[in-house]
């Protein structure tokens, strides 16, 4: 009986997920990239390997690993100061400026690539530079996108490490720089390398920045498909970049998950009281004030534009958002565009949590075989793949495998929540597991043998300790989907578009009033974001790690 | 236990005061007809006021549903992929760089009937089932920054071959023909004006210092001396009716575009083979060139009407020229060279 009822529950926990993940992300993308491989019915790999072999897609592909792999370690390097500043030391506006720090993650790239430029081009003030469509100005625009996820995800393990090896190191004479090194270090290890994952995931399948950024002389893996599908219909060729992406993707997650696996998970933790700013913290603190102004200098930029209608100074274009537009660009004011936008979030977002949740909860328990270790391995990489392909083969995908009954989904209402969920999924799962992989089992053991069932056990062991994760995570997925705008075009209704949609559309008309409200909705964007992190970082329970 | 009925208490809360679901189609159920409703599958840039839309639905008597996202290219692919069994009646917004994959793929089905005069003129070239009927067209014409040459003192340039003149060197600014509808149609004009020497026309634009962004947005709004980001370049690919949105407030404008530079892309409607609502399709494709539609397309989607004798909007009359004699490329001939023509064309911009 006990031995069957590990597995069991190990399928009961994966069983939704998986069945979700299967019908919204696998089912689509095998059909497309099946279209491929039998372009007319017919089997014809050819197509395919033909691809695999022009010297273009060699380039393309050595392109998106270095400008990935350049940008992730950069975000990682600026991201851990400012993520140890803004969770372990405690100073005023520290939950602001945290809340302030994930703008930049739901801002439309059409519109910071518009900001970006203002500075870096030809009329901006570091025009000088040369940076303008340059691959140093998409490799900061990338940094500039995903700093934020590696400071909230390191900064929750960090706030939850136990303090009291480095306080004995500390004590037992060891300087504060072997301290990071022998201890912090290595107990951070899981979550960065997760973030490091994720991070160079979303880098690796940015459409808008190579695009925007780097005008037009440099594809990565992604613009490449995207181009292949929409434009030019060539399916085996994107069939092809979809397999290699894919292959990159796994091939990934693979040493991934080998280098995350945690040294002693079998810590008691007594998380640290954030403490006052000493004078050994000043590399620190002046580095993350470094990352502040790199992120706040194109914010600002947009500000100021959104302020000022013609040459003055003025609040007209916010005014306006309640219209639709000059002309009647818009189906509905912006400020309706806000309402969907915040609605389809909050779905996104709890469809994504239950979902992580179980999912971190079923690949985090701690495995008796090794079959069972790797189930749980294969689970937990399974479950980021959705930000290993093109929006633009989901989006197809979409159309043509959920077209026939049960599965007539094509016009449902739930499939942007649903496919914005996807996308934050990993983020999620990633922010969770590091933590839930630190508790040690014996607790759980413990809470049985004193009588709990299951889930009172995961109630009093795992959730006071996932509380924070938890709530990083939920500003995680609420971010992603209000900012999410490649898989909500493909998908958006018309009569509800989302915000990004909204702006998208403004930017792309002539007329300064179109502008100055699309530049006046971004800040609104960006306001409401900020705000709402602010929000969530508030609900917090007194009890906390009292175990 | 606090800690976890809190949670709960917040989750419920908050799926249940700001969901999507349950809010979704009341309102369109309520207001159903007896007739039915017609799909329309289009493109993100399609705007129609809401009277428009009643005034369709009141003359036939079927409830309208747009849906619409991506765009032009995108649309057209969607359809083409699911022309086994369509997402809707109606497809409006193929254009005619797209619309011969369209045909060949047997996506639309013919409807011949009475347009108001002028919309004949649109016409697709080898549509001859007339599987296709012309909504709108829009120039894509080079524009220059008057003002900027005035203050200059140099004569704003007039033609293709002026923009390879080192006079005007580091000025002009232009979306990739790869990634953006109006940079392929700029790509078109070079080809029909340049014939096989395009490729030496864009090495010396090229190197006269043309800037190529992603899109039209980047380029106008981000480096056009006129667009919203204040950029440094006086030259920029747009439209012909971008003149009427620079309008100055002193009777003029400060922007136009030049004539001899313009490519005219066309934007169609088509009943769509297997639609679920033939009847319906067909009148919502008759409607699309009726008066309403017609007169409220430039403010709503700043393109042109095709019907004759529509009103235009007042800066639209006073600014917005259109060319005479636009630049040409056989639809047949773009859907059989797309490839081949921005496979090379990539490889002389990207050196």
Redesign the interface.
Known sequence: MNTWRRPLTLVGLALVPVVVLGVFFVLPVTGMVA?GFWPDGDFAPGGVIDVLSRPRTGRVVWFTVWSAGLATLLAVAVGLPAAYVLHRLDFPLRRAIRAALLVPFVLPT?VV??AF??LL???GPL?FLGLD?TPVAIVAGLVFFNAAVVIRAVGASWESLDARPAEAAAALGASPRQVFLTVTLPSLRPAIISAASVVFLFCATSFGVV??L????YSSIE?EIY?L??????LPGAAALSIVQLTAVVALLAIAGRLRASADPSVVRVPARPRRPRRSDLGQVVATGLLLAFVAAPLLTLLV?SLQVGDSWSLGNYRALTTTGS?????VPVTDALV?S???A??A??ISLSLGLLVALAVSRRSRSRAERRIRAVLDGFFMLPLGVSA?TL??GF??TL??PPLDL??S??LV?LAQALVALPLVVRTLVPVLDGIDDRQRQAAASLGAGPLRAV?TVD??LL?KPLVAASGFAFAASLGEFGAT???????HPTLP?VI??L??????MN??M??AASVVLAVTTAAVMAAVER?R?P??GAI | ????S??LL??AF??AS????G???DQEQATAQAGGEVVLV?H????L??EVQAAFEEQSGYDLV??????A??L???L???RA?P?GDVAFGVDNTFAS?ALEEGVFEGHDFEAPAGVSAFDLPGDDEHALTPVDNANVCVNVDDTWFEAEGIAAPQTLDDLTDPTYEDLFVLP?A??SSPGLAFLLTTIAAKGDAWPDYWADLMDNGA????????A????FTQ???????PIVL??DS?PA??VDGKGGTSTSALLDTCFTQVEYAGVLAGAANPEGARALVEFMTGPEVQA?L???M?VFPVADDTPLPEDWASFAEQPTDPWEVDPAEVAAN??AW?TEWRDV??G
Request: proline share 4%; aromatic share 8%.
């Open positions: 279209r059409v690539g518009v430029r203002q081009g030809e009329a025009g469509g695009l925007t780097g005008g037009t002389r613009t181009l599908t929409t434009d030019l219909l060539d534009g002309q009647q660009a818009l189906l969907t915040l609605r389809t909050v779905d977002t709890w633009a989006g197809f159309l043509i077209d026939s094509r016009d209402p739930l929540p109630m959730l006071p509380w075009a493909f998908l958006a209704r018309d009569d949609v998208f559309r930017i792309g008309h002539p007329g300064a502008y100055g699309a530049l609900l329970v009890s906390l | 236990m606090k800690s976890i809190a949670v917040t989750c908050a799926t700001c969901s999507l679901i809010t979704g189609d289009t993100e840039s399609f705007v006021p809401d747009v849906r619409a996202s991506g765009d290219g995108t057209t692919n969607k083409v992929l699911t069994d997402t994959r990739s790869a990634t800037l190529l962004t992603s899109g039209w947005s980047e106008y709004q981000g480096d667009g919203g980001g204040k950029g440094a370049r747009s439209y971008s949105f620079t409220a430039p403010d709503s700043y797309r490839d921005l911009t990207t």
